[in-house]
């Protein structure tokens, strides 16, 4: 069920926007070589509990996870790019790591995620962060009332095909509100001017991921983590956007 909320629902949206925003601010901030994954995740839980958020992540068991997540944050790291699991180990120089992080504030939810280089990054890691960067702005140039959600996904796919990547379509972005996914999904590539019409009131989270070469990926033992298939870094970008009659409202947009 595709949902769409009135102007005053999506400024009551705003809080759990910037709650998220702020936290992986923080963890841009204080990542670093030698920190533990698990001491990144016991830093979002305390930020969670003193803003009075509640984890969409802890209790979270979907058809595609081996069980309940059981963290408040996702951390993959190198061939790592989705769903990452924390677990003990201690970032290295030139790891790069994405952290995805979802909460719900007030009974509103917004999900956002971001990849960062620790230590001395390689030029590629930068070439490919800043193509999903791209991709991931290019998604909500297009994410306007009146287009289709085709739109969307052509224009991620085609920055990622400007800079050589292939574009995995089975994970993707997906509608957000009161809760972390719903309908549309929207997918990382497309058709222009087809799908289903963008109307004022949308919510969804768009997420370009890329891998730097493959679009294949295979999970890790733990039933979450999902790896590129030949070893290749992945990098993974998203927002909480709102489609409104004068344009996209980035809700978890960073300061």
Request: aromatic residues 6%; contains cysteine.
């Amino acid at each position: 069920m595709i949902e769409l909320y009135s102007p005053a629902e999506i400024e009551a949206m705003r809080p759990a926007g910037r709650f998220v925003a702020a936290t992986l601010a923080e963890l841009e901030r204080v990542a670093e070589v030698g920190m533990n994954l698990l001491e990144l995740d016991d830093l979002v839980a305390r930020r969670i509990k003193e803003a009075g958020a509640v984890s969409c992540y802890v209790d979270y068991h979907p058809s595609f996870g081996g069980s309940p997540f059981g963290k408040v944050l996702c951390t993959s790291v190198n061939d790592a790019v989705l769903h990452g699991l924390p677990y003990d180990y201690r970032l290295k120089d030139g790891d790069l790591v994405s952290f995805d992080f979802a909460a719900e504030v007030d009974g509103w939810v917004a999900d956002s995620a971001l990849s960062i280089v620790v230590g001395e990054a390689r030029e590629q890691d930068l070439h490919l962060i800043d193509t999903t960067t791209r991709a991931l702005e290019a998604g909500i140039g297009a994410a306007r009332a009146g287009n289709k959600i085709g739109d969307i996904g052509h224009a991620i796919a085609t920055v990622a095909r400007g800079d050589g990547l292939s574009v995995n379509t089975q994970f993707g972005g997906h509608g957000v509100g009161r809760t972390m996914h719903g309908d549309p999904h929207v997918p990382n590539d497309g058709r222009p001017g087809r799908g289903m019409k963008l109307k004022p009131g949308l919510v969804i989270a768009i997420e370009p991921w890329f891998l730097q070469t493959t679009d294949e990926i295979v999970y890790d033992p733990d039933g979450w983590t999902l790896r590129s298939a030949d070893g290749s870094r992945g990098a993974h970008m998203e927002h909480t956007v709102a489609i409104t009659e004068d344009g996209p409202i980035i809700l978890t947009a960073r300061d």
